[in-house]
């Protein structure tokens, strides 16, 4: 069977059968062939194990510049089995780049990626590649592939740099007045909604160690930041977690201690710990997750928003097709505060669908939709307890074969309306991203 259905069956075959004796090819050799006839003889030499053979008639129909992607395939079977895995990739994204579509050659790369012990991207490939068209024989191997790199993977981490111009850093009111104890009151600029372009970092990582097998002890943290031109609206937060992970058949679940610290205005926001767990079953043609937390959550600037925060997540993703995926999570959280007029109920909807596109380029687009009602009225604001929507949507548009020291650029777009009862709390946004990612 073919490796890549570009080169019809049996086109010279009679030849293929002469030649196939002969214990070197040379250049000359094949001089009278034609492109298609030395890509199907280079296919079988690579099927006998002929590596040699087969090389001499790779290099002759990529020296000019014939066989398509059918020969360039072939070329990363050829360093695949020299276990040239770098050159072996190259080759297969080199196929990928236009046509994004071709499950066995995602498949190839991803074993690659597996061998050169690269396993986050080979996970990755994985995901995409398995489809529901695919027979059940290679699903079950994908699943082994992918519990084997859940056993080796050790660490993971990446580091994003950007701009992002920002049309309501503040998230503040479209409205320029306030009415606060029934009265009308103009609001200050910082109320305001303002406009900015913001330096943007974020990275994140996990590290496994003391592994045994079907367990770990789990170490990950995460930062980010978002700084403007003055420091009254940056924004940092970094947070952590450490505990044990536990595989439970196809599923891993893992128990943490988590907290966090965000300072807003280069101060003191928020500080939260508590204990997370998560199961996830990344294995098959669907991936599940499920979370739930609990944290304490203070604010050192209003005190009365401090209280317990329980949390609940519910995800599922599919892979469509090879160069495409598709996730929806559902969540919902309890805030508790001193204040009820600050306790609150939430409940969340994402939606997220992930396409690779020829060329080169990966797309994202992300829609999420979210209810928020809270206990109790602020006497402040009116006698009605506040009830708001909120809504964000996101496309977003990478190029993954322009690297820069290792950095892939992209874009982003998100808007977000938010609108409440009190208009006050109502505020629409729209932010772009301009960055650049890096896998560590």
Aim: glycine fraction near 8%.
């Amino acid at each position: 069977m073919s490796a890549y259905a570009f080169v019809p069956r049996g086109i010279c075959f009679g030849l293929a059968c002469v030649l196939s004796s002969l214990p070197t090819v040379s250049r000359a050799t094949t001089a009278q062939l034609s492109p298609e006839q030395i890509v199907t003889l280079a296919e079988q030499f690579l099927g006998q194990g002929r590596l040699n053979d087969a090389a001499v008639l790779l290099d002759s129909l990529a020296g000019q510049n014939d066989g398509g992607p059918q020969r360039v395939f072939l070329q990363g079977l050829l360093a695949l089995e020299r276990k040239q895995y770098r050159e072996a990739a190259r080759f297969f994204r080199e196929v990928l780049r236009d046509r994004p579509d071709s499950p066995r050659v995602r498949l190839e790369l991803a074993r690659t990626l597996f061998l050169a012990a690269k396993w986050s991207a080979a996970d990755y490939q994985f995901r995409l590649a398995d489809v529901k068209n695919l027979p059940p024989t290679t699903h079950r191997i994908i699943n082994s592939f992918r519990q084997r790199i859940r056993e080796q993977r050790r660490w993971t981490a990446t580091l994003e740099l950007g701009l992002a111009p920002d049309t309501n850093v503040n998230q503040g009111s479209e409205s320029d007045i306030a009415i606060i104890y029934g009265r009308p009151f103009q609001l200050s600029d910082d109320a305001r909604r303002r406009s900015g372009v913001g330096l943007t970092g974020s990275t994140s990582g996990e590290f496994r160690f003391l592994r045994r097998p079907g367990s770990a002890i789990v170490v990950s943290g995460f930062a980010n930041f978002v700084e403007y031109d003055g420091p009254l609206f940056d924004d940092y937060l970094v947070g952590g977690a450490v505990g044990r992970q536990q595989d439970l058949g196809q599923g891993r679940l893992t128990v943490s201690a988590t907290g966090f610290h965000r300072w807003y205005g280069q101060r003191p926001y928020a500080i939260g710990y508590g204990i997370r767990a998560q199961y996830g079953a990344p294995v098959g043609k669907w991936q599940r997750t499920m979370q739930v937390a609990v944290q304490r959550i203070t604010y050192p600037r209003s005190p009365v928003q401090t209280g317990l925060s329980l949390s609940a997540t519910l995800g599922v993703g599919h892979s469509l097709t090879a160069s495409s995926a598709a996730t929806a999570q559902l969540s919902v959280t309890r805030q508790q505060a001193r204040d009820a007029g600050y306790a609150f109920i939430d409940g969340g909807l994402n939606l997220a669908y992930y396409r690779e596109l020829p060329v080169g380029l990966s797309m994202a687009v992300d829609l999420s939709v979210d209810r928020t009602i809270y206990d109790a009225a602020i006497t402040a604001y009116g006698p009605a307890a506040r009830r708001q929507w909120r809504g964000r949507t996101s496309i977003s548009l990478a190029k993954r074969d322009w690297l820069f020291a290792g950095f892939a650029p992209a874009v982003k777009v998100t808007q977000a309306l938010q609108r409440s009862n009190i208009s006050l709390f109502d505020f629409a946004r729209r932010r772009i991203e301009l960055t650049v990612t890096r896998p560590l």
